[in-house]
């Protein structure tokens, strides 16, 4: 199944109603890795794959570059045996020569990396939906047997003058769906 992708219609947060408890998780400005953390301390990295390879074209448009090879990085973030977020980074490998830790994170999430250093200023949070028919949503129902529009959250961080890209969508088990209709 990998790469899943996130291609999308990605947009400013601004631009869309969301219910709160949704827009509380979709435009947190800290690391998930942490927000999750602090509710399930079960909590582990699943890398599904990743390769170098070429990007989708919306990709290299956030990131403000020109196509070049990548790596590209899918995982899921779990508590204990369930999956709760769908994660995709976008890394300019070539780029990044003076960051080749991020390339080798295993099973460590890229997340709490990125929040730890001092050289990482977040950009801004574009939102999107995925439908039950999206690789987001097929992944779901495969790992969940749930037939459910999911939500994702994207953005860029600049480290130390290199841009990533980090989207993460929200499977059902969320606790942003939860109660999210007030």
């Known amino acids: 199944m990998f790469p899943i992708g996130t291609v999308a219609r990605w947009q400013s947060p601004e631009s869309m109603a969301i219910p709160t408890k949704l827009a509380d998780w979709l435009l947190d400005s800290g690391s998930l890795t942490a927000k999750i953390k602090a ?27 020109d196509p070049e090879p990548v790596t590209i990085r899918e995982v899921l973030l779990y508590s204990g045996d369930t999956a709760l977020v769908f994660a995709r980074s976008i890394l300019p490998h070539q780029r990044l020569a003076a960051n080749p830790e991020l390339t080798s994170l295993g099973d460590q999430p890229l997340g709490e990396h990125l929040f730890t250093r001092t050289d990482t200023t977040p950009g801004p949070i574009e939102i999107a939906p995925f439908s039950s028919i999206s690789g987001a949503g097929e992944l779901n129902r495969s790992l969940h047997h749930q037939e459910q529009d999911l939500w994702g959250r994207r953005r860029v961080f600049d480290i130390a003058g290199t841009r990533i890209l980090v989207s993460e969508v929200f499977l059902s088990p969320s606790a942003c769906y939860a109660d999210s209709s007030k």
Request: aromatic share 8%; charged share 15%; net charge negative.
């Open 39 to 65: 509710l399930h301390p079960d909590f582990a990295v699943h890398v599904l794959g990743q390769i170098e390879g070429t990007a989708e074209p919306c990709e290299y448009a956030a990131l403000a570059m």
